[in-house]
């Protein structure tokens, strides 16, 4: 017999059984990543605006021996180190540096690395610096919302967000133009390499989409690596994969977040996963409790309602697994591995 609470028909018995994904997390903590030689400019406990400077990024990073002498008694490793003219009996060479942050000490000297400045590393959103570790990284709580993907390539990269293509659509090359130069755009079920390339080589910040081959990310990852040794290094891009690498639209929740956010500034960071957002003034409804989507097999990407549970059913190669019952808009019911759906929580 149905239930009702608030004038809702309670779910079909089951879906309790069924994984819940949650789509968005409130004020999470990003981690934005430093290479050792990377300079950073605040300190735990400050405050930071969306944009606000937190490091000084270095290129093509070199590490010199510096006597002791010059470095002092008290230094530790992480400290920033300037020459300050009383570096005595260095070799001057190549190799040396005027500055940079001590990695360690040896018998008589200290390691340090520096090199040329290529950027600054901003701040995605607005947040409260929580620890500042000197070639690791730095914690910051920030004040936005967050769309967890799974998979980010570069960044962190902030821009006005453009809708491109829907949730089944594919973003095209002939589609992109100086025009989004600074924007994030989601580039619907999937995008290729050369794509993405042609992408960061027009200005584009971002892209959002729901999945890219693991070939193409790799295309794309030595394309980055290349372009950030290169003489003139490009501005921050990242590539935010929402589902994984196998071709499937984006979950019907996220589109509908990503339309209510079109033309507002939003962030991509790398860890976790994630789009940032200030909540919009007119959130986008919420799914159904009943919504259920098929995250792996044949029917990848299929959403609809859940009817409840169908027991063991076999499925490929003789295996018997618990499957439950999913409306999906066709004659009969999609019969699914309870470990191949998810419901959004």
Same mark, same amino acid.
């Given at each position: 017999?149905?239930? /009702?609470? /608030?004038?809702?028909?309670?779910? #079909?018995?089951?879906?309790?059984?069924?994984?819940?994904?949650?789509?968005?997390?409130?004020?999470? !903590?990003?981690?934005?990543?430093?290479?050792?030689?990377?300079?950073?400019?605040?300190?735990?406990?400050?405050?930071?605006?969306?944009? #606000?400077?937190?490091?000084?990024?270095?290129?093509?990073?070199?590490?010199?021996?510096?006597?002791?002498?010059?470095?002092?008694?008290?230094?530790?490793?992480?400290?920033?180190?300037?020459?300050? +003219?009383?570096?005595?009996? !260095?070799?001057?060479?190549?190799?040396?540096?005027?500055?940079?942050?001590?990695?360690?000490?040896?018998?008589?000297?200290?390691?340090?690395?520096?090199?040329?400045?290529?950027?600054?590393?901003?701040?995605?959103?607005?947040?409260?610096?929580?620890?500042?570790?000197? +070639?690791?990284?730095?914690?910051?709580?920030?004040?936005?919302?967050?769309?967890? +993907?799974? &998979?980010?390539? $570069? $960044?962190?990269?902030?821009?006005? @967000?453009?809708?491109?293509?829907?949730?089944?659509?594919?973003?095209?090359?002939?589609?992109?133009? !100086?025009?989004?130069?600074?924007?994030?755009?989601?580039? $619907?079920? /999937?995008?290729?390499?050369?794509? @993405?390339?042609?992408?960061?080589?027009?200005?584009?910040?971002?892209?959002?989409? %729901?999945?890219?081959?693991?070939?193409?990310?790799?295309?794309?990852?030595?394309?980055?690596?290349?372009?950030?040794?290169?003489?003139?290094?490009? #501005?921050?891009?990242?590539?935010?994969?929402?589902?994984?690498?196998?071709?499937?639209?984006?979950?019907?929740?996220?589109?509908?977040?990503?339309?209510?956010?079109?033309?507002?500034?939003?962030? &991509?960071?790398?860890?976790?996963?994630?789009?940032?957002?200030?909540?919009? %003034?007119?959130?986008?409804?919420?799914?159904?409790?009943?919504?259920?989507?098929?995250?792996?097999?044949?029917?990848?990407? *299929?959403?609809?309602?859940?009817?409840?549970?169908?027991?063991?059913? *076999?499925?490929?190669?003789?295996?018997?697994?618990?499957?439950?019952?999913?409306?999906?808009?066709?004659? /009969?019911?999609?019969?699914?591995?309870?470990?191949?759906?998810? *419901?959004?929580?």
């Amino acid at each position: 017999m149905t239930t /009702r609470q /608030r004038g809702v028909a309670a779910p #079909a018995p089951g879906l309790e059984l069924v994984a819940p994904r949650t789509l968005v997390l409130g004020t999470p !903590v990003a981690w934005l990543a430093l290479t050792p030689g990377d300079r950073p400019l605040v300190a735990a406990g400050e405050s930071v605006l969306a944009g #606000a400077p937190l490091a000084e990024r270095v290129r093509r990073g070199r590490v010199a021996a510096v006597p002791a002498g010059a470095v002092g008694p008290s230094a530790t490793p992480g400290d920033w180190w300037l020459d300050g +003219g009383r570096r005595r009996g !260095v070799r001057r060479s190549r190799s040396a540096v005027d500055e940079g942050e001590l990695l360690f000490r040896a018998t008589d000297t200290w390691q340090v690395v520096g090199g040329e400045r290529d950027g600054l590393l901003e701040a995605p959103a607005a947040g409260i610096v929580r620890a500042v570790r000197p +070639g690791s990284g730095i914690s910051l709580a920030t004040a936005a919302a967050a769309l967890i +993907g799974t &998979i980010v390539t $570069g $960044g962190p990269a902030r821009g006005r @967000l453009e809708v491109l293509a829907d949730a089944e659509g594919e973003l095209s090359r002939g589609a992109l133009d !100086v025009g989004l130069a600074g924007a994030i755009v989601v580039a $619907g079920s /999937r995008v290729d390499a050369e794509t @993405l390339t042609r992408a960061r080589a027009m200005g584009i910040r971002g892209v959002v989409v %729901a999945a890219v081959s693991s070939r193409d990310l790799r295309e794309f990852a030595a394309s980055e690596a290349r372009q950030r040794a290169s003489f003139h290094p490009p #501005a921050p891009f990242a590539v935010l994969v929402l589902e994984g690498h196998l071709r499937q639209p984006i979950a019907s929740p996220a589109i509908a977040l990503l339309l209510a956010l079109a033309g507002r500034e939003v962030a &991509i960071i790398g860890d976790p996963p994630a789009l940032l957002f200030d909540p919009p %003034a007119v959130p986008p409804p919420p799914p159904p409790i009943d919504l259920v989507r098929v995250r792996y097999g044949p029917a990848a990407g *299929r959403e609809g309602r859940w009817l409840g549970l169908a027991g063991r059913r *076999r499925f490929a190669a003789g295996v018997h697994l618990e499957a439950g019952l999913v409306e999906a808009g066709e004659a /009969r019911p999609l019969v699914v591995p309870l470990a191949d759906l998810e *419901r959004f929580a």
